[in-house]
């Protein structure tokens, strides 16, 4: 019995967390945070929810005085245009920028950390675009490069991207979700050369293009293209948002705002989105996890002794059980993470006497989760974007590894800026602690929005806590364990 | 309004109790005397062209002194212990690799090389002036080695 709940308990609590190591690039210098920062950021998150709630409550004189997000409160008047040739020329440039990286994932540096297209694609837009989002807004959406292609071919067939049939609705957001899910596998299992990225992105390309032309651009690009579906969650957090003013010939309007209070403005609108939050969380835990020793261990020490007693095969046969083990724990973490959110708002409902349906309460709680989502993939990669992403500054004067020193900055940073590992720790834990209070902070007022009575949406809440303590706890916990440093020895290899 | 904040409170003083005691890790051993049992068992065993062979015999290394490492590799595996080295910040480490195979040693983040044959036992020593986890690997083969870890003091 014992040998069966050990495992499974393992799996509960590593997929209930995010952390440590692994990407793409390998290039992950963090420690394992000491057990005593862990011990202690748990308590802090345990202390701050209950501030934040009684911030939250003592605010409030009514559910819809202070925090109705329908409303314009939260909103600044301040607003600006943005020129037309300004967005034109980001694109562009986002064009231009997807085209070098295919180009030198092709051309380029063979080895992935010299390699400009892998560290512009996985870093650069990848960390970099996410963690600027946040502060300046979904910028993706105004220039997206497919996006831009699909405007240029228009400008020779304008009939060309209004699509052939029209967007089914069955479909919502999981072209995006599966999009989102073959991302993640291919950053953690496909062992991605640059050649392979550049295969990759024209196929991306292709795909989008195609897909375009079927549904047309406008359905395409909301619900089908992940990275617009991702960086328009990311940008709700911004303090700016970009309104696009018309549809014929857009222009942007700019227009500031509270920040995190776009993740109330609006709901999820549907299941699909919702896996696709949960899936954001779900894949960084996992990411976070699945170096870590406990993780390896679960299969080596618990599962494949049981296997190789009973089936006479090859350590090959075992290796391939294990990778389809990892995969399946991947595409099976948003279903773990989904079965525990579905509960904890069903608490939620009965907790407060609510009528409401448990679909629509699921959905109107979705976005809440993001800011904890977020910092889990801040924790985890920020170190990287540093010590990696600012390799690009060297690598834009010799995208093509021909000697070259177009900028003058051919010999800057060439060895890697690594932080301060007292730094990382304490960086982590703040972080952590300041997603879980905003979480916290955004449940509790959609909860005065959602609930007449003030006093069953603050009862309501309490499962909520509980799924954010445990989601914060754990989240240290992970950080602190530590990583497997095993042969990872492949048949290729052998 | 107490009694509102009881359950919460209750219930996550519970919560960190349990995830406490589950969660909290072995004491640790000392740096560079880290037993063998930290490393190896969550790593796979090694491959073998032979269904079932037994993995290579381990060669336990005790360290005579500080910060001195040795690592063997045969068969294009590491099979000395532990896997994961640890040290502090401005710590002299030596790392000595014995390997039956010609290849390049590489520890990323410091970006140090090093040629490895099987004629002699190659030394790389330096200060470990950076705090982190870094990898070394041959770079040929791509075999991850394992790991140094270098504390903050």
Request: hydrophobic share 50%.
């Amino acid at each position: 019995m014992r040998k069966l709940v050990v495992p499974a308990l393992t799996v509960f609590l590593l997929l209930l967390s995010g952390g440590a190591a692994g990407c793409v690039l390998g290039a992950i210098y963090n420690l394992p945070i000491p057990f005593g920062m862990y011990a202690s950021g748990a308590a802090g998150a345990l202390v701050a929810s209950f501030v934040v709630v009684a911030y939250v409550l003592g605010a409030a004189p009514s559910r819809s005085a202070v925090f109705s997000s329908s409303t314009s409160n939260g909103r600044s008047t301040l607003q600006a245009h943005i020129p037309r040739w300004l967005v034109g020329a980001g694109a562009w440039a986002s064009v231009c920028c997807l085209l070098l990286t295919v180009a030198t994932g092709l051309r380029g540096a063979p080895n992935i950390l010299a390699n400009f297209g892998m560290t512009f694609f996985w870093i650069v837009f990848g960390l970099g675009l996410t963690y600027a989002t946040v502060l300046v807004g979904d910028i993706y959406a105004l220039i997206n490069p497919w996006l831009k292609l699909c405007d240029w071919i228009e400008s020779f067939d304008a009939a060309a991207f209004r699509g052939q049939i029209r967007y089914p609705e069955a479909l919502a957001y999981y072209p995006a979700l599966a999009l989102y899910m073959a991302f993640i596998w291919i950053e953690l299992f496909g062992q991605i050369q640059p050649w392979t990225l550049s295969a990759i992105l024209l196929i991306y390309t292709g795909l989008n293009l195609t897909a375009a032309w079927v549904f047309g651009k406008e359905a395409w690009f909301r619900y089908g293209e992940l990275f617009s579906v991702f960086f328009r969650l990311i940008g709700k957090m911004a303090p700016l948002e970009y309104i696009r003013t018309r549809d014929s010939d857009p222009s942007y309007l700019i227009r500031a705002r509270s920040p995190f209070i776009g993740l109330l403005e609006v709901h999820a609108d549907h299941v699909s989105l919702l896996v696709f939050v949960i899936f954001m969380l779900s894949s960084t835990a996992f990411d976070g996890v699945h170096f870590t020793q406990p993780w390896v261990s679960l299969f080596w020490r618990h599962i494949y002794p049981i296997l190789a007693a009973r089936l006479d095969r090859s350590y090959f046969f075992f290796l391939s059980i294990y990778n389809a083990w990892q995969w399946s724990m991947l595409v099976l973490s948003p279903l773990i993470y989904l079965a525990i959110y579905l509960l904890l708002i069903w608490l939620a409902k009965t907790l407060a006497n609510s009528t409401i349906h448990l679909r629509t309460l699921a959905l109107r709680f979705a976005f809440t989760l993001i800011p904890i989502a977020f910092v889990y993939n801040m924790t985890h990669y920020y170190g990287e974007l540093v010590s990696q992403g600012l390799q690009i500054v060297r690598m834009i004067s010799d995208p093509f590894n021909l000697g070259w020193n177009l900028f003058g900055t051919s010999s800057l940073f060439r060895d890697p800026i690594i932080l301060d590992a007292g730094l990382v720790w304490h960086t982590q834990v703040a972080l952590i602690l300041f997603g879980h209070i905003v979480s916290v902070y955004l449940a509790h007022v959609e909860a005065l929005n959602v609930f007449p009575d003030r006093r069953y949406a603050a009862l309501s809440q309490t499962p909520m806590l509980v799924l954010m303590v445990l989601l914060t706890t754990a989240g240290l916990w992970i950080l602190s364990l530590p990583i497997d440093s095993g042969q990872m020895v492949t048949p290729a290899r052998a | 309004m107490k009694a509102k904040f009881l359950l919460p409170v209750v219930v996550g003083a519970l919560l960190l109790g349990a995830a406490y005691a589950l969660l909290k890790p072995p004491p640790s051993a000392a740096p560079s005397q880290r037993s063998a049992a930290d490393g190896q068992p969550a790593s796979p065993p090694p491959s073998s062209s032979q269904p079932h062979d037994p993995p290579p015999a381990q060669v336990s290394v005790l360290y005579a002194r500080p910060n001195v490492f040795d690592i063997v590799v045969k068969g294009g595996k590491r099979v000395s212990e532990p896997a994961v080295l640890q040290a502090h910040q401005g710590d002299e480490v030596t790392l000595r690799i014995t390997s039956d195979t010609t290849d390049e040693l590489h520890l990323h983040g410091y970006n140090l090389q090093m040629q490895v044959s099987p004629e002699r036992t190659a030394v790389l020593k330096f200060t470990a002036s950076r705090t982190g986890r870094f990898t070394f690997e041959f770079h040929r083969i791509g075999l991850e080695l394992g790991a140094l870890e270098v504390y903050p003091r």
